[in-house]
Every structure is written in structure tokens, then in C-alpha cells.
């Protein structure tokens, strides 16, 4: 994925494809708990960035696939090279919500 901001429509789609086509694979939402309860990605994790800023691991296991979303782009962005750098060897950033022709869970 191309990491930068300013997503093609088509990126959260293709990466929310690739997430429920790897197994053991996690859907990251690291926007606010207000974003995520206003309306998030069925199968999505809410892990909000300042929790990754603060050094929390969303999972456990470094070799778990993790897709990072959030509404633009940026914050999943940051989060990716976080991540990245707590030792997680695939993280793809997928982009942001704005771009998302789907479902919703509230």
C-alpha cells in the first residue's frame, strides 16, 4: 500500500478485501472512541492512535497481519510507523473511512 495520504477510494476497499482474505489477520481503527461509535467497519478493533503513541500493543503476537485504518488516512499512517517500530512485521495502512463504500456498524 502506498502509505501516503489522499487515498484512491479503491485502497480501503482492496484492503479491507486482502484483511478478510488473510488468516488471523486484525482490522485496526485507530480514530477516537466518538469516530468509532459514530459508525466503523464491521469486524474492526477499536485501538485508538494515543494508545499506540502511549507504547499499547493491540495484540500480542508481532507476526499477526494488521490493516490500520482511520478517516482520512493520516492518523493510520502514523500508527502504521509506530507499529512498525514496536516490532510488528505487517502492517499495512488501508487508509481512511471517507473513502469507504460499505457497511457500517454502530
Known amino acids: 500500500m502506498n502509505g501516503k495520504p489522499g487515498f484512491a477510494a479503491t485502497e480501503i476497499q482492496r484492503g479491507v ?44 503476537n508481532p507476526d499477526t497481519p494488521l490493516f490500520v485504518y482511520c478517516r482520512s488516512g493520516n492518523r493510520s499512517r502514523m500508527a502504521s510507523e509506530i507499529l512498525t517500530d514496536m516490532g510488528f512485521d505487517e502492517v499495512r495502512n488501508i487508509g481512511g473511512i471517507l473513502s469507504w463504500h460499505g457497511e457500517l456498524e454502530k
Open 17 to 60: 478485501a486482502l484483511y478478510q482474505n488473510t488468516p488471523g489477520a486484525c482490522l485496526l481503527d485507530v480514530r477516537t472512541p466518538e469516530e468509532y461509535a459514530e459508525g466503523h467497519i464491521p469486524g474492526s478493533i477499536h485501538f485508538p492512535l494515543s494508545r499506540i503513541q502511549a507504547g499499547d500493543a493491540p495484540v500480542d
